[in-house]
């Protein structure tokens, strides 16, 4: 039904910066949350950061002050912006869209994932 396909993903260096884009397509209802999630090797997938269409935005502690998550609704596309970069957070990253509504939280999606390497 939805169909979200991330780019932007690449090699970086330690205090650099990327901008990570996740596109949309399909039957969009309203009343969702796209985010960004991560999942380093040998790690669990943690949340990066979230936006509801309602305006609210939560990020994960790590990445709180350097990254910036935003939501172009014309456009069906979320974005994060990712500033001073550290190897820490080397890690495939995932988007994806639930939605608030109860008879609806069952309704996950998920992206197949953009690499982000932070390395010397």
């Known amino acids: 039904q939805v169909q979200l396909v991330e780019s932007g993903g690449g090699l970086v260096q330690p205090g650099g910066s990327l901008r990570l884009s996740c596109a949309a397509s399909g039957s969009i209802f309203s009343g969702n949350i796209m985010g960004w999630y991560r999942q380093a090797p040998g790690k669990q997938r943690e949340l990066v950061a979230t936006?509801?269409?309602?305006?609210?935005?939560d990020y994960a502690d790590s990445v709180k002050g350097r990254f910036t998550i935003s939501r172009d609704n014309a456009k069906n596309t979320v974005y994060l912006q990712m500033n001073s970069l550290k190897p820490e957070d080397t890690a495939v990253y995932y988007c994806n869209l639930r939605y608030d509504a109860r008879w609806l939280s069952s309704i996950t999606y998920w992206g197949q994932g953009t690499q982000v390497t932070v390395s010397s």
């Open positions: 936006f509801s269409s309602g305006g609210n935005i």
